[in-house]
Structure formats: structure tokens, C-alpha cells
């Protein structure tokens, strides 16, 4: 049974920092596109960051030089480092495992809230 579970969200001031975890268990993490989205209230989910199986990492305009993802294979899981916290990054932050053959799999999410 494939599971995604993130960890790290909470309570940060603007300009603040936070690390995101996805750790997964069923699936190897380097077989699928991992990805972060996020969903803020009233608002549709939106992909935050993508890091490919070859390693090849994307990110949205908006989270461009202050977001980045990463991969831990040994440890088989993604994280996402936000640095520079603005509010409109306040959102429910979900994990996902995309694979064209293999099924596309989510996380529960973990609240993200930037606020002072």
C-alpha cells in the first residue's frame, strides 16, 4: 500500500523559513515525478515545484529563488526548503508521486501559515 505523509508545516512569520517533508513508503521516490502543490482556501490547487526521476527540478514563477526541492533516496523521501515567507504562501501543502505507468498517488497535506 502506497503512502505519502507530510510533516514541517506550521506557524511562520513573513520572511521566515520552513522544511517540508514527504516521506513515502510503497513506491520508490526515485522512479516518479515527485511534486508539491498547494491549495489556499477558496483557491485551486496549484503545483508549487517538481523534481523528475532523472533529478530535474521546476518550480512556479512565484516560488522561483525561494523554494527548492529536493530528493533523499537513501532515506526515500522529497522535501521542500521555503525560504523567504510571504502570507499569500499560507495554503494546505500537498506531496505528490506522478508516474505515467505506475499511478499518481497524494499526501494528506501539512498547513502551511505565513502570518505575523
Known amino acids: 500500500q502506497v ?3 507530510e510533516s514541517g508545516g506550521g506557524l511562520v512569520q513573513p520572511g521566515g523559513s520552513l522544511r517540508l517533508s514527504c516521506a ?5 521516490v526515485s522512479n516518479y515525478a515527485m511534486n508539491w502543490f498547494r491549495q489556499a482556501p477558496g483557491k485551486q490547487r496549484e503545483l508549487v515545484a517538481t523534481i523528475t526521476s532523472s533529478g530535474i527540478s521546476n518550480y512556479a514563477d ?3 529563488g525561494r523554494f527548492t526541492i529536493s530528493r533523499d533516496n537513501a532515506k526515500n523521501m522529497i522535501c521542500l526548503q ?14 505528490r508521486a506522478y508516474g505515467p505507468y505506475s499511478g499518481t498517488y497524494w499526501g494528506q497535506g501539512t498547513q502551511v501559515t505565513v502570518s505575523s
Open 24 to 28: 513515502a513508503s510503497g513506491l520508490i
Open 3 to 5: 503512502q505519502l505523509v
Open 62 to 64: 512565484s516560488v522561483k
Open 82 to 95: 521555503m525560504n523567504s515567507l510571504k502570507p499569500e504562501d499560507t495554503a494546505v501543502y500537498y506531496c
